[in-house]
Each structure stands twice: as C-alpha cells, then as structure tokens.
C-alpha cells in the first residue's frame, strides 16, 4: 500500500458522528445493489459457488464501510456529494461508467445532443482514431444530462467494479482532499483514504469484523477497500468461500495465474485417467458430454417395469425425443432416441409417465395410473409418524439393489464428434445406448464397487450419515437415502473421486478445494435435465436451496465437467488488506477485536445451511488441507443460531453481546437483515437491546429484483440497522413517557430528511430518500429513543428479550415500532394533498391514496406496498391490488373494483373512499352526478362534515388516476360536491 508523507492527528475523529448515522442514498444503493444481483452468474464471488445464495451485494457492503469511517460535517448536502463521488454514483463517475460500457454510439450520441464540430470526434460512423478518452467523456457529460433518472444513467454504464478503478476514481482525489483538508487527509488511493480514515478515527487502520461471514462478501469487500479483517463462521463451507474469495477470487494477478495453472494441471490428470478407462469414449473415438437416466418402478397392477420421466422431449432445438417401446417377453419398455420427429410426436413427448404425483402408462390401449405413494408404500402410523416401504441404502451403496421399488437406467446419452472435440463449436447428437455402451456402464459400475471402501476410507469419497432435518429428511422418504454419497451415481462418483485424488496430490490443495465444491453443486443425481427453446441444458442442484430429487436427471461426462475446475471472473482491484483472519468459530466465541462489526445474521425463515452444507461437507471432511484443517469440519447443527423463539433470541444475544465487547466505546456496528416477518424484527430489536446496544440510524435498501430463496409475491429488502455501545448506567422508561418522545424524535427525524431532500432536489432534479427510506428512518428514530433505556418499567431489558412470548402477545417493542411507523407515515403527506385531509383518513384510504401517489412516480416494487401496508395497519391490503407480481405491482383501476370488493364486510368498502369509488364507477356508466350526489348524501350521516373532504380526496384522484376516464370522471363529481348549495 503507498505510504503518504502528511501528518495526521489519531483519534481526532474518535468520537465523531459517521456520516450513516445521518445521510445514506438509499435507493441509489438500491439501484446499484440490484444492478449487481442482475448480473448473476457474472457477480465477482459466484465463481467460487453460487450455491450460496445469501450473499449481499459488494457494493452495499462498500456503501456501509465507507459511510461508516467518513465523518459527518454540519453541510449534509456536501457530505453526500463526496460520498456519491467514492461510490461513483456522481455525474462524473456515470459518465466514465457509461464509456467503459460504450453505451452511446456515435450515431447515438449525434441524435442526443447537438454537436457542433462532429468531424472533430467521428470519422466514418465511428469515432476518429487520434480520439482520447476525456474528448468522449465531453460528449458523454452532454448526452447523460438529457437523461431523467439516475436509473437511467447508471443502467445503461457499468457497474463500478467493473471499471478500471484507477481511471474511475482519477477526478476524484482532489475534491476528497479539498474536503477534509481540516482533518489532514490526503489521498491518491480508496486503500489510503481508508487507513487515513481509520487513524483518525480508532487510531489505526480500520478492522472490519463479521461472526456470520456466510460467502464472504462482507469481509471481501471490506480488505480489498483496505480494511484488516476479522472473518468467521460456524459452518467450514462458509470459511472455505470467505477465504477462497480472499485468496483466490482477491489473489494478484501472478498468484490467479499460478492457481489457473494448479486446476488445468489436476484436470488434464483426471482427463487422461478417464480416457486411459475407455468409459466415456465409443469405438469410433467419439466422447460423451451427458448421459441421461431416469427412475423406473413396477406397476403393481400389471407387473411391468415403467420408466419414470415427466417428459420425453430430450431437444426441443433438434425435435429430439425418448419412444418408449413395450418388450412383452421381459415385461418392460425400451427406450429409443429418435431425432427430427414431427411437430405432434413433439407434442406428445411431453406428456411423460409421471404426472401429477402419479405413474401414468399405456399399454395395448390401456391407461394405467398409480400414485406414487402407493408405490413407496406411503403410511401413517397412530403417533402421526410417517414411513414407507423403501428400503434404506447402506455404506456400501451407490445404486439401488435389484429388489429396490426405483431402479435406474442410462436411457441417453449425448456424443460429441470426435472431430470437433478441441473446435469452438462442437457436433453433438443424442443417442440410444448400445450393448456397447451398457458394457462401459457396467465397468464403471465395477470399479465404483472393487474401491468403494478404499475411497471411503481414504477421504475420496463420502462415508458420512444423512442426518434427519427439515431439508434432509425427504431424502429418506422420497429415495431410501442415508449416506451422503448416495447423492451421487457410479461415474460422478469415479470422476468425483479421482478429482479428489488429484486436488491431494496437488501443490496447492487449499485453492482446488473451491473449484471442487462447486462442481459437487454441478455432478449429482440432483442436476435437472431440461429443454430449453435455444439449448438442452443441465442444471445445478442447488439452483433453488433445497435438496430436490428428480424422476430424470442429467450427468455430466468427465470431459464436459472440467469446465468447472476453474473460477475465472476479473476482479478490478485485488484485496489491498495487508491483514485478514478467517476462523471457524461459533459467533458467541469470538477472541478478537474489531472497529466496525457489519453482520447479515441468520433469521427465521433464513435458509437451513447448517444442514444443506453437510453436502459439501461429507466430501472434504476428511484430510482437508492447510489451513483448512484447523477447522472442525461439521456443521455443528446444535451449536448453529437457527429459527426463532427462545433458542435464537439467547443464541443472538450471545453472540451480538461477544461483539458488543470486543470493539472500541466509539466502534459500531452494522446489522443487515431482510425483514419478512414483524415478530422477527420485534425480536431483533430486543436482541440487540439485551446485547447492550443502541439505534442510531436505519436504513432500506431494495437488494432483490426477484426472490432467489423464496418464490412468491414480494421482493426482498435489507433492513441496515446501525448500532453503537448503550451508555453506561441504569435508566429506566415509562410507557407513557417514552410514547410523547418517540413521536417527537420520530417528527424530528423526518423532517430533517425531507429538508436535505428538497435542497438535494432543487440542485439536482432528485430526491435522496423514497418514502420506504423516510418510514424506515422513523423506526430508527423510534428504536433509537428506546434502546437507550436499560429498564422499561419493573423489568430490565435482558429479561425482557429473553422470556418467552406467549402467541398473539403484543410488547411495548412492538407498540413503539408501530407507532413510529405511524407517526413517520403521517408526516408522509402526498403532494397535492392538505395535511388536513391526510389526518382525517383512516389506514386502507391512505395507503390507497399513498401508493396511487407513488405509482405516478413509477413505483411498482411490491415490498413498498407491503411496508406501507404494515405501516398503515391495513389488515389485507392484497384486496385493493391489481397485480402482485414482485417488480410490477399496482394498486386496482377504479374499474377492477368488483361488487364484493366494496361491501360493508370489506376493509375498503365501509369508508368514504370506497363510497367515491362506487360513485365513480357509477358515473362511468353515465348515471347522473345529481343522482351519485344525493345518493353519497343520503348514505353518509356525516355527509355535510365530509364534504370538503370528499372533494379533496376526488381531486387528488383527478391527478392521480391512470385512466383518463377516471380522471375526468373525478373532476365532474368533485366539481358538483364543490359548487353544492345545501337548503335546496
């Protein structure tokens, strides 16, 4: 790291406020962050295993460090602007994003601006050769500012990561310097301005710790901005990511190419061990890519041996279909490939023999259909145990056994011409398989068996035990499974296993050991076989985080499976920490200090890896390599902070008590969690209230575009809380007190928001805060007031967050936060509507009001409509929906409104809102607005009280309303409430 020639006074920053505790650009966060979730596949760490899906996104993670160790002036306005500068959200910074994308052609740019020397630039129809990049940047400036949005101008640049950060960040240095000139800052470098940061602030450079490192991003993302790192898990799988992504995806360019080097070496002795078996060639040479199999089981009612698929379409691109063909002498179906079938043979193929939970067959004209469970023998005994007649596989399986209710088959296999196996593109054909290639079956089928035990014991292949839990016991109950290898068929265990031989015979096992869980995740009995209208392709297991079976699935050859031995993505940057720790250590067991603990904690409907993991475990448990092997290679499912309930409030508050008291009085903490459930962040609060904590900011950020752990209708949040050490010495709270000061912290809050808010708008066209960040900064607020307390009442706060909730109970947490949210979503008045109004509104009206607000600014993400439902405490806020998809939500038109919506059994329909929606949709079928009128009159006792308030609300309507039908017809009923003179 380049050392800077200034002096710096340490600590002079000790206790000062960071700049989280008061600005954060929260959807500018939002947008980037779900930038980086777009990418996928091509996300920096997913090269190490994206079986891990809860890794939160890099550029939050550089969002929560960087605003955690800048300071905080009395110019907020000029606080954000340097921020957005180091996190390239500025003009500057999306103009140098969008030219490393070549977002504008030059005949694009021509169309967006004018320009009036064009030959000075272009030549041809592209840019003149002698042109430099700051000569586009100037015409990149120009055409971005025609744009409205800055989801506009980012989303047509690179991500920052992407770009090469020394050009990026060029202009930056100076306006940083000038800045915090006061403090003695200068810095040509992000890794110089953290350590410079960190000196002033804890005396040295920052250490960024995390007890739940999970896939690492946190600590990744921390070093290789500059911070010392402290990272640790529980689960070895989690350690082994964290440090892959420190070693291998954040190595130096010469070490990436040493570790390219060590996996092509293993993969070229697996390649040529296999080639030198003959099993994966034919006798022409040519090489198998896939080989396909499936189930089949006896039909009990006649006997037959049926082939288990729910289809039989094998390439839609090639019109390739499975026939099944009856054999009646051995009472069983063979299977036949057949190519460039017709259109109905086609159709046809895709009805296959599993539907609906049911063997289905034909034969001599007949349908025949068994449920499943019959097969298995499904039953239920009088405890309300369940079981089933499949036997158990032992140790020394790996297929099932000749009386086994599912057998399996090779029914395909797809060749690729020997011709083209070294040619960018290769020639493949689906086939049936031959006596020849059965033969090749059963040798592999015979090697697996002659060294099955000694693979065992030599750590080659798993000998571990399926241990019973909420994700593992189906592998019981749907396959007879109880040893993890069983997971795997006789050539993924041969090619799995002289893998595993070569990453121990290798120089550099540690950075093989990466590669070869992620092609655990790619080589099992659990990898999807699909058909596609560009490609067939085979899936991954762990695609979604369940340990799903299939009726058919897909195997990789040997050959096509070296692909995965590598993990290729391009890093800018490479880690700049000269120190990182990674341990393998429960959260409550922590030995060592951090300055700032950021945290993504496991809650309750988090994903089971303390049990999914065991996978991967049972394959690298034993002799695992330095420094791998000081690690406990179980996932310790008892010791694992899981669930909710008293367990997880006492296994949380251990551990965020253990961080609480190894980090300095001025240190902070960051705790991320996706709230999904109310009682969940009930207990959070009270959580980190026991571990000796305090609120000081909260933040929402929008990190999903589409739910990658639960499918349904709703887009994942994270919730940013931010935490400091509660002072020390007893202070005791009062319900009735504590009510009147959350309200004015919460009022104070918001309104110091929306004052930076207009002032940033007024110089740049754009807020800084949504609504969702507005409401999210009144629950901090809220939280803040209350977690300074250590008794509320009688009872001290420990005790409180400890004892047991009795079901339905509601807990002063739990009347605060709502009441926050109340009080900061009464502050939210919609433009065009008078505080007076608002205040008169009950709950659903608002948040129909609310959102048909938000709507016209082009909001469609669900979980707005979710927080402001909880908010507004509306019971079912998905009866006033029109459409509930996560990114395309809306509120119903006034037209989709049924009868049955709008009764008095209905939350909308007993107010004067869903009076109005009748009245206008009575309006669109041209009733006459004195007929509505007199009708709303005679309906409503309080009818001459309302009245302005009718009128207010039909206005709003008339601005707001997509349909201009709507809008007119609002504009017609409100100008006769308006004009009406009572007496007549």
Not at 537 to 548: D, E, G, K, V
Request: aromatic share 10%; with cysteine; net charge negative.
């Amino acid at each position: 790291m380049q050392k800077t020639n200034i002096t710096l006074t340490p600590l002079s920053l000790k206790d000062a406020p960071a700049l989280i505790e008061t600005v954060f650009p929260a959807q500018k966060v939002s947008f980037e962050a779900q930038s980086e979730r777009k990418a996928v596949q091509s996300q920096t760490l997913t090269g190490l295993g994206s079986y891990w899906k809860g890794r939160k996104p890099l550029i939050l993670v550089r969002a929560i460090v960087l605003a955690s160790l800048l300071p905080a002036t009395d110019d907020a306005e000029a606080d954000l602007a340097i921020f957005e500068k180091l996190m390239a959200f500025d003009d500057e910074g999306l103009a140098r994003r969008a030219l490393a994308a070549n977002a504008f052609s030059a005949s694009k740019l021509q169309e967006m601006i004018p320009i009036s020397d064009p030959e000075r630039y272009f030549g041809g129809r592209g840019w003149r050769r002698d042109i430099t990049d700051d000569d586009k940047l100037a015409l990149y400036r120009v055409a971005l500012g025609t744009l409205s949005s800055y989801e506009e101008k980012a989303g047509i640049g690179k991500r920052p990561e992407e770009v090469e950060h020394s050009w990026l960040y060029a202009p930056v240095w100076q306006a940083i310097n000038r800045h915090y000139a006061h403090l003695g800052i200068s810095v040509h470098s992000l890794p110089e301005l953290v350590e410079q940061l960190g000196i002033l602030r804890f005396g040295h450079r920052a250490r960024v710790g995390d007890t739940f490192s999970g896939g690492g991003s946190i600590p990744f993302e921390a070093a290789r901005i500059g911070c010392d790192v402290y990272a640790s898990d529980l689960n070895p799988i989690a350690c082994m990511l964290t440090w892959g992504a420190m070693n291998i995806i954040g190595a130096s360019p010469e070490r990436r190419a040493e570790i390219e080097q060590a996996q092509s070496k293993a993969a070229a002795t697996v390649d040529r061990e296999i080639t030198e078996l003959g099993i994966e060639h034919d006798e022409q040479g040519n090489r198998a890519k896939a080989f396909l199999y499936c189930l089949e089981s006896r039909c009990p009612e006649t006997g037959w041996m049926v082939p288990m698929s729910p289809t039989w379409v094998i390439s839609k691109t090639r019109n390739v279909v499975a026939k099944l063909k009856p054999d009646f002498v051995k009472r069983r179906f063979d299977i036949t490939i057949v190519s460039g079938v017709s259109v109905e043979d086609m159709k046809a193929a895709e009805q296959g023999t599993v539907q609906s939970g049911d063997l289905v067959y034909e034969l001599d004209g007949k349908i025949y259909r068994t449920p499943i469970k019959t097969l298995r023998g499904d039953f239920r005994q009088a405890d309300g145990t369940t079981g089933n007649r499949l036997r158990h596989w032992e140790k020394s399986d790996f297929k099932p056994r000749s009386d086994d209710i599912f057998q399996e088959r090779v029914y395909a296999i797809q060749w690729i011409s020997k011709k083209t196996l070294n040619a960018g593109r290769q020639e493949t054909w689906f086939a049936t398989p031959t006596d020849a290639d059965l033969k090749r079956e059963q040798r592999v089928e015979k090697i697996v068996a002659e060294n099955m035990s000694r693979w065992q014991d030599e750590g080659l292949v798993p000998d571990m035990a399926i241990e019973p839990g909420d994700e593992t016991t189906r592998l019981y109950r749907e396959r007879g499974w109880t040893y993890w290898h069983h997971f795997f068929n006789s050539r993924q265990l041969l090619t799995l296993a002289y893998f595993k031989q070569a990453l121990l015979e290798s120089q550099t096992p540690a950075y093989l050991m990466p590669s070869f869980a992620k092609a655990l995740d790619w080589i099992n009995r659990g990898c999807y076989f699909g058909t596609g209208a560009a490609r067939e392709s085979i899936s991954h297991l762990f695609a979604n985080q369940a340990l799903n079976v299939f009726w058919n699935y897909g195997c990789r050859s040997a050959y096509a499976s070296l692909p995965l031995w590598g993990v290729t993505n391009t890093v800018h940057g490479e880690i700049s920490s000269p120190c990182i720790t990674v341990k393998s250590l429960a959260a409550d067991g922590i030995t060592e200090d951090a300055d700032l603990w950021i945290t993504d904690p496991p809650y309750a409907d988090a994903v089971n890896y303390h049990e999914i993991t065991e996978f991967f475990i049972a394959w690298l448990r034993k002799n695992p390599p330095h420094p791998f092997d000081d690690w406990v290679w179980d996932s310790r499912r008892a010791l694992a902070v899981k669930g909710s309930g008293e367990d997880f409030r006492r296994g949380m508050v251990a551990a965020y008590k253990a961080m609480a008291e190894h980090m300095p009085d001025n240190g902070v903490q960051c705790v991320m969690f996706t709230h999904q459930d109310t009682a969940v962040w009930g207990d959070l609060i009270g959580i980190f209230w026991a571990a000796g904590l305090q609120v000081i900011a909260a933040w929402y950020i929008a990190t999903e575009t589409t739910s990658e752990l639960k499918k349904g209708g709703y887009v994942q949040g994270t919730v940013i809380l931010m935490l400091k050490k509660r002072a020390a010495g007893e202070r005791t709270g009062f319900k009735q007190r504590l009510l009147p000061a959350v309200r004015q912290e919460v009022a104070r809050q918001i309104e110091t928001m929306m004052h930076l808010n207009d002032a940033v708008e007024a110089h740049h066209g754009e807020p800084v805060w949504g609504d969702s960040d507005l409401q999210m900064a009144g629950y901090a607020a809220a939280l803040k007031v209350l977690t300074a307390y250590t008794r509320i009442g009688d009872e001290d706060v420990t005790t409180f967050a400890l004892r047991p909730r009795a079901r339905g109970e509601v807990t002063v947490v739990d009347e605060i936060v709502q009441q926050a949210a109340e009080t900061a979503s009464s502050l939210l008045v919609p433009e065009d509507l008078t505080a007076d109004a608002w205040g008169r509104l009950t709950g659903i009206e608002r948040f129909v009001l609310r959102m048909m607000d938000m709507e016209t600014a082009g909001a469609g993400k669900l979980d707005n409509y979710q927080n402001f439902a909880k908010a507004f405490r509306v019971t079912d806020y998905t009866r006033v929906m029109g459409d509930m998809r996560p990114n395309n939500a809306r509120l119903k038109r006034v037209s989709e409104y049924a009868s049955r919506d709008l009764t008095d059994a209905t939350e909308i329909g007993v107010t004067r809102l869903g009076q109005l929606i009748i009245a206008l949709q009575q309006l669109l079928k041209d009733t006459e607005a004195q007929v509505i009128v007199e009708q709303l009159r005679a309906e409503m006792a309080d009818f001459l009280e309302v009245r302005t308030l009718l009128v207010d609300m039909l206005a709003f309507i008339e601005r707001k309303a997509p349909e201009s039908e709507v809008r007119s017809a609002a504009e017609v009923l409100g100008a006769r409430l308006k004009n009406l003179r009572f007496g007549d």
